[in-house]
């Protein structure tokens, strides 16, 4: 990428790098849990490595958020940590959002979008800590 290339990217306002941000979760999110759902279904739903799968595919959003949204090189190890942690703060907040969501939706809508709705809201924490954290100054 040509330097003023990424002075463009970098000029972009935070509100645009978090809009990309959150169009880049959703699809690879997407994608991830297909993938997920196709392995577990394939191994006959008994193990635990369709779920170490779709980690390990969850990767690529560090390539785009490195180049596309936030124009910095980042550190990995940092990403890789941050991901941790937006794993279990969705995990705690899922149960959370489900009963939520089912106390106004009804059970069959907790089930269905309570984890996207931690997802969600965690997503301005993921931002915030890539932005900040893993991406700042890194060049």
Do not use: D
């Not at 993938?35 to 191994?43: A, D, R």
């Amino acid at each position: 990428m040509s330097s003023p290339e990424k002075r463009q990217i970098a000029a972009k306002p935070v509100s645009h790098q978090f809009i990309l941000f959150l169009i880049n979760g959703s699809i690879l999110g997407l994608v991830a849990w297909a993938v997920q759902q196709g392995i577990f279904n394939l191994m006959g739903g008994i193990t635990g490595a369709e779920y170490a799968f779709a980690a390990v595919i969850s990767y690529p959003p560090y390539a785009i958020q490195r180049r596309h949204i936030f124009a910095q090189s980042g550190r990995f190890p940092r990403f890789v940590f941050v991901k941790f942690i937006i794993m279990a703060l969705v995990s705690l907040l899922s149960p959370v959002m489900r009963w939520g969501v089912s106390c106004f939706l009804g059970g069959l809508w907790g089930n269905r979008v309570g984890f996207i709705a931690a997802a969600l809201a965690v997503a301005p924490v993921s931002f915030i800590l890539n932005r900040v954290w893993v991406f700042q100054n890194s060049n």
